[in-house]
């Protein structure tokens, strides 16, 4: 399995970004899919049940969301923050009892912003 972020870079306080992370290879039927952020500080998860999950820091302002069709797992930011700036990874995993196991991740993409 593969994953390629893209979209991040560098925005003012209140603008917005979308990341994309395109994923190849075979992946479970019962999935995750997440974005963290300084390699392990979750942001949102989504799982193949459609249900999602967000960090209280991004309530509101986040939005995760999947395109099956085209293999791509986006991050929708709004309303950024200064505080928001970080290597932002991908990563794809499978739903266990307990929760997600995540097993595949991505290079990361970089968002910067500015006040």
């Known amino acids: 399995v593969q994953l390629v972020e893209s979209g991040g870079g560098s925005v003012q306080a209140g603008g917005s970004l979308r990341l994309s992370c395109e994923v190849s290879g075979y992946i479970n039927s019962r999935y995750c899919m997440g974005w963290f952020r300084q390699e392990r500080d979750e942001v949102a998860i989504i799982d193949s049940n459609g249900s999602t999950s967000y960090a209280d820091s991004v309530k509101d302002r986040f939005t995760i969301s999947k395109d099956s069709a085209k293999n791509t797992l986006y991050l929708q930011m709004n309303s950024l923050k200064p505080e928001d700036t970080a290597m932002y990874y991908c990563?794809?995993?499978?739903?266990?009892?307990?929760?997600?196991?995540?097993?595949?991740w991505g290079q990361g993409t970089q968002v910067t912003v500015s006040s």
């Open positions: 990563a794809v995993g499978r739903i266990r009892y307990d929760g997600c196991a995540f097993d595949y």
